[in-house]
């Protein structure tokens, strides 16, 4: 599964990784491995956005294999 | 009507955008415009050589759209135009364009506060101020928050 991060994520996660995920999988599931695999909560921030496939998803939607999964720090703005 | 939302990788021409407004505001009587600048310091002070704005691929755009669509909607406008940069902005140069055409100056005044107000929340970039020292990643401040919670 390909994972993306955008914005202060990058500089904890890359701007994107290769993961193997075990279905059903949430997104506070993958959330909470992925702050363990780099020590960092930066993903707990509840401003923190969540994209699947283009659309905005929250924490107890299901990923499916193939899907796009985005991680979005919070907003600047413009 | 229709409304302008642009992301743009170059630099920004404050002249071009306003002349690009005043065309398509054919037949109106008030037209309004704000130019945001790179500052050339942060908020603590220190020096800021340059703004880096991150976009997502198609979130950005869609959220610029999503702003200037909700404008439309909500004054009685005859024109919206905004141009946004995108990468790396020198201290100094201008980050946004947001303008705005009506039959009178009130709505036009009005739909720029509100394009400004929503652009500096609501919109999809992620900004690092860069400078000797360090680089920052920027959020927007608690006046910005209070600014859009008057709409």
């Known amino acids: 599964m390909r994972i993306s991060f955008y914005g202060r994520l990058v500089d904890v996660f890359g701007s994107d990784l290769q993961l193997d995920v075990a279905a059903p999988c949430s997104i506070g599931e993958l959330r909470e491995r992925l702050q363990a695999m780099r020590s960092d909560e930066g993903l707990q921030d509840v401003r923190v956005r969540t994209c699947v496939n283009g659309v905005f998803v929250t924490d107890s939607h299901i990923v499916q294999e193939g899907d796009s999964i985005e991680f979005l720090a919070p907003v600047s703005g413009g | 009507m229709a409304f302008t939302a642009r992301l743009e990788s170059n630099s920004l021409s404050v002249e071009r955008e306003t ?114 020292e360090a680089s920052r990643w920027i959020e927007p401040s608690a006046a910005d928050r209070a600014s859009r919670e008057r709409w």
């Open chain 2, 19 to 132: 002349a690009a407004l005043v065309d398509a505001s054919t037949g109106t009587g008030a037209i309004v415009s704000f130019v945001g600048l790179a500052r050339p310091s942060s908020e603590t002070g220190e020096q800021v050589d340059q703004l880096v704005l991150e976009v997502h691929p198609s979130l950005t755009q869609r959220s610029l759209n999503e702003i200037a669509a909700a404008a439309v909607r909500r004054f009685a406008v005859t024109a919206v135009h905004v141009a946004h940069r995108s990468g790396v902005v020198a201290a100094g140069e201008p980050i946004v364009f947001a303008g705005a055409a009506a039959e009178h100056r009130r709505q036009a005044f009005d739909a720029v506060d509100f394009l400004m107000d929503h652009l500096k929340t609501d919109a999809i970039f992620w900004k690092r101020e860069e400078g000797s």
